[in-house]
Nanobody
């Protein structure tokens, strides 16, 4: 059984930084593309960032480009989301998701393509 666990959320002032972690366990012989999504109160879930299985490709939504960085450690099937210059509009529950696309160098921004999801971690940015 595959499990996805996020950690690292919290309360931070605007302009500050946080680093989220996501660990995928259950299939040590498989690497996954990893995606980060977020959902703010009263809003739909939106794509934030993704990284391919081999770590060679990364994708970001426009609002976080230049501020957020997604990375991974393949040996541990762990991904990270470094969030800098945080803004109040970044406040949301952040979810990590895992997918196994056929091509190791790709990842998707479509939530419906991800098979496994974490429980979410709250990020609150105070202004």
């Amino acid at each position: 059984q595959v499990q996805v666990v996020e950690s690292g959320g919290g309360l931070v002032q605007a302009g500050g930084s946080l680093r989220l972690s996501c660990a995928v366990s259950g299939r040590s012989d498989t690497t996954y593309a990893m995606g980060w999504f977020r959902q703010a109160p009263g809003k739909e879930r939106e794509f934030v960032a993704a990284i391919s299985r081999n770590g060679g490709s990364t994708y970001y939504t426009a609002s976080v480009k230049g501020r957020f960085t997604v990375s991974r450690e393949n040996t541990r099937n762990t991904a990270y989301l470094q969030m800098n210059s945080l803004k109040s509009e970044d406040t949301a529950v952040y979810y990590c998701a895992a997918d196994r696309p056929s091509l190791p160098g790709t990842a998707t921004s479509k939530a419906e393509n991800y098979d496994y999801w974490g429980q979410g971690t709250q990020v609150t940015v105070s202004s």
